[in-house]
């Protein structure tokens, strides 16, 4: 029996006013995949991702989350729902009023009752778990660098061991170095967490290094496939993004 | 049935953390049923509904002191034996609660007489014996006090009392109220909020002392819902001193990253100690997420000054303080400085002055500011007029509210006011938004592109508000003399080309322009204090809001503390 996919979308329209983002899409995310999103700007893959995650409605279509659609979900289900998922923004969207502990202690204390200490104890796991150093717990996020934000973001989305993990522009604006060190972190953490992961990048270092399966949002519609697959798909643009001067450099090297 | 005595029980502890049907609440439950008389089928009733459940047929034997089986009890009063038993299988199927001890007394008046341990308790449980034993010194004496109050008035002699200790945190007493009450007629299930990991000792941890140290046995669910529990029976292994400790973790059902975590930081400040700490294999997975992500070592956080006494403490606040409002000071008069440089640089030539902006401020602070100045100089001038009129009528003198409005309105109020709400609206409004400009590093991009910000942002601001506030001032005069001229004809009999003459005799030349001098003033003060604090602003969005009140704030003291020196100053040149 196949695996049931984790979060589908199916025959999705988004619409801004005359504008059509998607146009009947459908999406299969299964457990335990890395699947990259990528498109041209504006294509509507972060309008996609908020879809899937609940943060908007889409204009029509629905989104099961392990085969219950999101929208029909009640206010206890839905934080159930939303339990279960980590999210990092571009920009890191730490709460900059709070300490780098604080902020990956904010989804814990929000769904568990927990005793100061242990949430103290559980936020540094969470920073040694992305990597970054233990002094890192009392700074503010404007005390951080683009790459230690990154990872502080990735450590409040992995506050309460979710199952699954939306990172979106994971290594934008990163140096190399730091990119691919983000590379490996995820591809660590997805091999010991055994994590589903949909990833929003631009970066195809990140895609060749990670993704097993790549979503193409061309012509408000997408196109899913495997790595290798998706690299001969015959479509202008696919070819273009994937054979084009960079994209040749980065394939040489993985 | 089962259905629906699930349902009761999940209806009642609605609300709870805990779902009845989860079986964390069996770790707080101690329940006794007292078997009286006819009650068995009330109590039934009143069983959780695990209880109910006859998957499981491992029957409970009654026996009495010399192990002969005693007559069940008749089919209708048929306290299902069996029934207990199975509760004891869900207990430990669970691997979260123990049965500690089962009592079946023949009466109050005999010690326990059987306990059941291990043969009624499931084979996946081989500690609770050892917790029975434990247990057993602390439930004697209560045990006998249940029968005499609840079991007291036995209507047959076969009065029979089940005691069903689940479990008890280590160290720590039920509190009263949060056991089962056998009232005679019914067992009520209680339980208490205040404790919630109640059994985490018994539960997630077994400590067992052998020849080699102690063996510390892991059970159950390590994970991170549990992580309160596992935090707490981890404190207790601190407490026994041994040498050597061994842990197992063959009990354990689940564990995550946390609750490994928990564990290792434990385990690191017992060997830290000089505890020597083993791991029997299997390790469970995560240990090796941990070991990898451990590898360099933590460095300690160090905090400053948090060692020294309350007054040390203090003197130091008032330090740190004055030396911050010191520079502070220094930090605005640098920032006048530059201002006027710019200013000075800018007048220079009209493209530097920016002059679609400075409109733009003086739309925006100005006429956008009409009504509201309009209205609130209009009504206080009301006020001030029809207070006046009331006391200077009195001397007969009603003539001279005139002077007083016109005066007021002129020399004071109409500036002052104007000034406040300006402060008000446009001061928060130049933190606001340069205030965000910085957190977006706009005012990084502006130097970058070798703008000076403070010609950009700041001067247009500037120069807008003094344009715009002695012309808000103009219109505060005006509808403030309206104000009192309408209350003058409404309420004194002054009519309007009365108020008009009266005006005209009474006011010196100077009077108007005493006010309206004052507006290029404060306009200048509140343009500096608004976007001074906009541009203090910087790494977050807390910030961002302290300094929009401080903007506010100073402004105003500012307007009034330099409208009371104008005030002085006027007299003593005779303005």
Known sequence: MAPEPIISVRNLVNRFGRQVVHEGLDLDVMPGEVLGIVGGSGSGKSVLVHTMLGL????????????????QLS???????KR?????????????????????????????????????????????????????????????????IKRAALARALALDPTLLFLDEPTAGLDPISAAAFDELVNYLRKSLKLTIVMVTHDLDTIFATCDRVAVLVDRKIIVDTLAGIVQNPHPWIREYFHGPRARAARQEN | MQQQVRHRHQAS?????????????????ELRVVLGAHQHRHIRAQLAYGLQDTEFDIGLRERNDEGGAVLEPHRLENFSVRAIAVHHRITGFAGLAHAARVHIERNGFEAPLLRYKREILNSRMPTASRLCVRLRSAWSASCRKTMTTSGGVPRTPMATTIIVVISKPQGSRWEHGNAIRGTGKSATVCYDRRMPAATASTTLLAMENGADGMTLGLKGDWRLDNAAAIASALAEVGAAESQRMTVDFAGLTAIDLPGAWLLRQHLDALQARGVVVDMAAPVPEPFAFIAEITRETPVPVASEGQGLPLLAR????????????????????????????????????????????IVRQVYETGIAAVPIVSLIAFLISVIVAYLGADQLRQFGADIYTVDLVAVA???????????????GRSGSAFAAEIGVMKLNDEVDALKSIGVNPLEVLVLP?????????????IIADLMGLAGGAMLSSLLLDIPFSQFLQRMQEILAPT????????????????????????????????????????AVVQSIFLVILADAIFAVVFVEIDF
């Open chain 2, 461 to 473: 601001r500037l120069i807008g508000l003094v344009i715009a506030m002695p012309l808000l001032t």
């Open chain 1, 56 to 71: 908007r409605r889409p204009t029509s279509g629905e989104v099961l989350f392990e085969g219950k659609e999101i929208s």
């Open chain 2, 13 to 29: 502890f609605k609300g709870f953390r805990y779902d009845f049907g989860d079986v964390g609440l069996l770790q707080f439950i």
């Open chain 2, 511 to 550: 009077t108007f322009w005493a006010g309206l001098v004052k507006a290029p003033v404060f306009a200048l003060l509140i343009g500096m204090v608004g976007t001074y604090r906009g541009m203090q602003v910087r790494d977050s969005s807390r910030e961002l809001g302290r300094l929009t009140t401080v």
């Open chain 1, 75 to 81: 206010e206890p289900e839905l934080r159930a729902v």
């Open chain 1, 84 to 148: 279960r998922y980590g999210v990092t923004f571009q920009h890191g969207a730490l709460f900059s009023a709070l300490t780098v502990a604080a902020n990956v202690q904010m989804p814990m204390r929000e769904y568990l009752d927990l005793p100061n200490d242990v949430l103290d104890q559980i936020a540094m796991l969470r920073i040694r778990m992305v990597g970054l150093q233990p002094d890192a717990v009392v700074k503010l996020p404007s005390q951080l660098s683009g790459g230690m």
């Open chain 2, 409 to 423: 309105v002129l020399r004071e109020l109409g500036v002052l006011l104007t000034a406040i709400i300006v402060a």
């Open chain 2, 314 to 357: 203090t003197v130091a606040a008032i330090g740190r303080e004055s030396v911050e409002q010191v520079k502070d000071a220094r930090g605005a008069l640098g920032y006048l400085g530059r201002i006027v440089h710019t200013g000075v640089q800018a007048l220079g030539s009209v493209k530097r002055l920016r002059l679609p902006a």
